[in-house]
């Protein structure tokens, strides 16, 4: 008996099971190549990687010899302006961070397939800072003056596929100054080259809305722009499926279209889809639509929008709602600066400042002033934030030298347009602003403009409402509000008027565009004595601090503006404000009021520069969260004796009791509207404590110690594995200890670091606004405590392991793995 017989296999079965075996490896092939075919129906590919790139002015560089030996390779996105040193001197001056600007120019050579011979490719630029010009092979593709717009352009008819290929940008930022803030220089934002078929979805080709949403039904419109490029007309299958977020498809349409050679045409498809899950900012649940063309069975093009079902809207007397829910508009402005990252693109950096948004409570961002990334927006889609998206900052009437008011004639309405087009997809976007106080608002010429602008958001996106920024809440001497053609007031600061609006503008839907603009550094206390403004006007004397700080008790403000708590206050009781957007978020670099050089970063965020929370990050939190909260502050580290506030923001309690070494110091509770609660305490060393009880049960206690002498440094990491991309970041937070593990407060040792394996030094900062040091050193001082370091992949497959050592303590080392 063979051992086939055994088992009761006989010969023949065997021969079948065989055979079987080998059509299913085949079919398994042939599924595998198909789903291959598919995704190269749309070719996308990272063009990130080995460019080389020298800062001045080459011009000769778009030549295919041209020689670039004593250049240096780098991985876009790239800033050169953060990589350099801070100049009191600096073109840039003190709005821009005293960083350099200038020109520079960026090289590759690139192969491109033969296959893609019969394909249509292009190249995208996600924004280029600024003036920016493109050759391939030594022909010039186009100029892009705004350094914030993202961009494309086909450059099939310039290449030689299977063979090398020469493209060259030149950057040009060296007309300053030309911002209010820090920029960047350089191709900061991601590249792509793409290859379709010559019948495919245009750039930005799809248009999503959904004309009737509810819970138990929604309709779906799309507009499908097709472009094609062959040399003659085409039939083809246009299918549209719809895609919940585990990709099952819960919707789909099918129609037969044509289309004449050489043009691009709209096609339209309309869906119904029973039961959506609604896209709120607690749940933001996203579906995709999925636009393939077929000709005939061969698929050509296979393209992806994003789709979340929400409906809004503004209403004079009740505010914002969101799907049928009141909602307040929790917002903070952005700049679009990463810190120590400078204008660098990375999504993980992004991503982490949304997440300390999130934690805090906010539910808005206001894109300020400009275009954000698609990475932004991507992540203001999966995280739940409502975004209002700005255009301009400028008309045609300049607030800095060589700002876009020199461009705007002959660019403003194709930027304008590429700009609603790129993200008017995305469900977060629910406001669009064509202007940041704008000072066309001041005379006659705002009306047209306002118009014309509002006319063109309107021609390409009926779904949201048109808003601008204004200042000027007098009507008489506001053209832009005169125009008409906004939807939605946005009025920034002047908190204390806002109780006048239902009367003053009578039936006008208003929100708080930009709010605040408080004065703190992270970890400083100087003595509460009462609100001020640092200057009271603008260019008045004011009794600043020698070391240029501000103290972190929410008391300093700017002439313009409001403490944090004055304009929460204000806002919460007023049903008919949309709500508001705290000017900012976080401290961005340039624009440090109120102190000149060697202030180079603001001093408005709620979060540092760093990305390490200030003391007012947890007022907002105990009010904009439902989350349990008691934060304590400040640290109890001071001379014997001292007097010293002690500030508590808490929630979810009817009452708050501090004590010190065990002893009662009181109970307190909010009154009124109060925001906080505070003690003047005689510091003596040990330990403050703080329980928070609802009707006498405890919610929460908090305690903060003495720290004794230094006895460690200490390290931790916001994560504990990253990617070997070269993309992946991962930051740690340094701070030095005493045996008990207690932060010293007032530490500002000199940490040294050395990164080894899979990782690199990519930025260090302490959140300090008047710290001169380089944001690329290799060391960093401590502030108040504290500092971080950024570390970014460098693509090898090895743990990484960070070093940091000081001249007294021990060198401490921790290790992120590397997947």
């Avoid at 808490?650 to 009452?655: F, K, L, R, T, V």
Wanted: charged share 25%.
């Amino acid at each position: 008996m063979t051992r086939l017989e055994k088992f009761g296999i006989l010969k023949n079965d065997y021969l079948h099971i065989m055979i079987l075996k080998k059509i299913i490896i085949a079919l398994t092939i042939l599924f595998s190549i198909s789903i291959f075919a598919q995704k190269q129906a749309r070719i996308i590919e990272d063009f990130n990687k080995n460019w080389d790139f020298k800062l001045g002015d080459y011009p000769e560089a778009i030549n295919t010899s041209f020689n670039t030996s004593d250049w240096r390779t780098v991985q876009l996105p790239h800033d050169w302006s953060i990589e350099g040193s801070f100049d009191k001197d600096s073109k840039t001056k003190q709005a821009q961070g005293f960083l350099p600007a200038g020109k520079g120019w960026y090289r590759k050579v690139f192969t491109v397939p033969a296959g893609w011979k019969n394909k249509s490719v292009s190249i995208e630029f996600d924004g280029v800072f600024k003036n920016s010009e493109v050759f391939i092979n030594g022909h010039s593709l186009g100029m892009r003056p705004n350094g914030y717009i993202s961009f494309g352009y086909e450059v099939s008819k310039h290449i030689n596929f299977g063979k090398e290929n020469t493209i060259a940008v030149k950057v040009d930022n060296d007309a300053q100054p030309n911002s209010r803030w820090y920029t960047g220089s350089g191709i900061y934002r991601n590249v792509r080259l793409v290859a379709t078929n010559k019948l495919h979805v245009a750039k930005w080709g799809t248009y999503v809305t959904t004309p009737e949403v509810s819970a138990e039904k929604s309709k779906i419109h799309l507009e499908v722009t097709v472009d094609n490029d062959n040399d003659t007309a085409k039939e083809f299958k246009l299918v549209t499926s719809v895609l919940n977020a585990d990709n099952i498809e819960v919707a789909s349409f099918t129609s037969t279209e044509k289309i004449a050679a050489k043009t691009s045409e709209k096609k339209i498809h309309n869906l119904t889809l029973n039961q959506p899950k609604l896209w709120s900012t607690d749940d933001p649940y996203l579906y995709k639509v999925v636009t393939k063309i077929y000709e005939k069975s061969k698929l050509l093009d296979n393209y992806e929008t994003p789709l979340g079902f929400r409906f809004f809207s503004f209403d004079a007397e009740k505010g914002f709602s969101l799907n049928g829910k009141s909602t307040k508009i929790l917002g903070v402005c952005l700049h679009h600066d990463n810190g120590a990252l400078g204008a660098v693109e990375n999504i993980h950096a992004v991503k982490r400042k949304l997440v300390l948004l999130k934690e805090m409570g906010a539910n808005a961002i206001r894109m300020s002033h400009n275009p954000h990334s698609l990475e932004m927006m991507q992540l203001c889609d999966e995280m739940g934030f409502i975004v209002q998206d700005e255009a301009f900052d400028v008309w045609k009437k300049k607030k800095v030298t060589n700002d876009y008011h020199k461009d705007w004639d002959a660019w403003h309405k194709q930027d304008l347009e590429d700009f609603i087009r790129r993200d008017r997809n995305h469900p977060s976007v629910m406001m669009w602003s064509i202007g940041n106080e704008i000072r066309e608002q001041f005379d006659s010429t705002g009306i047209a403009i306002t118009r014309e602008l509002a006319q063109i958001v309107k021609s390409l996106d009926t779904t949201r409402p048109v808003t601008s920024a204004l200042t000027e809440n007098v009507i008489a001497k506001n053209f832009i509000y005169q125009s008409g053609a906004l939807d939605l007031l946005g009025f920034n600061y002047k908190h204390e008027d806002y109780k006048d609006f239902p009367e003053r503008f009578k039936g006008q839907k208003i929100l708080a565009s930009e709010s605040v603009s408080a004065l703190e550094t992270r970890g400083h206390y100087d003595s509460p004595d009462g609100i001020k403004a640092w200057p009271s006007k603008d260019g008045a004397p004011f009794d600043g601090n020698a070391d240029w700080t501000v103290s972190a008790y929410d008391q300093v403000k700017s002439y313009w503006g409001a403490t944090h708590e004055e304009n929460w206050k204000t806002i919460k009781k007023l049903d008919f404000m949309a709500g508001t957007f705290i000017w900012t978020g976080f401290d961005y670099i340039g624009e440090p009021d109120p102190y000149p050089y060697p202030a180079r970063s603001s001093y408005f965020g709620i979060i540092d520069l760093a990305g390490l929370p200030k003391d007012v990050y947890y007022m907002y939190q105990s009010e904009w969260t439902t989350n349990p909260v008691l934060h304590i502050f400040p640290h109890w580290n001071w001379k014997s004796g001292q007097e010293v506030d002690v500030w508590a923001y808490y929630n979810n309690a009817d009452e708050v009791e501090l004590f010190l070494n065990g002893k009662s110091l009181g109970k307190k509770a909010k009154q009124n509207d109060d925001l906080h609660i505070s003690w003047r305490v005689k510091f003596e060393p040990g330990t403050l404590k703080a329980i928070s009880r609802k009707e006498g049960k405890v919610v929460l206690e908090k305690e903060i110690h003495t720290a004794g002498e230094a006895s460690k440094i200490d390290l931790k990491a916001d994560k504990t594995t990253i990617k070997n991309d070269t993309y992946d970041l991962v930051y740690v937070t340094v701070s030095i200890v005493d045996k008990d593990g207690n932060l010293l407060p007032n530490a500002n040792d000199l940490i040294n670091f050395e990164v080894t394996g899979g990782g690199k030094l990519v930025g260090v900062d302490n959140g300090y606004q008047a710290n001169l040091d380089s944001f690329k050193a290799n060391s960093c001082k401590l502030f108040n405590g504290k500092c971080i370091v950024i570390i970014q992949s460098n693509g090898r497959k090895e743990n990484i392991q960070l070093k940091a050592k000081t001249g007294v303590l021990q060198a401490s080392v921790i290790e992120v793995k590397v997947q």
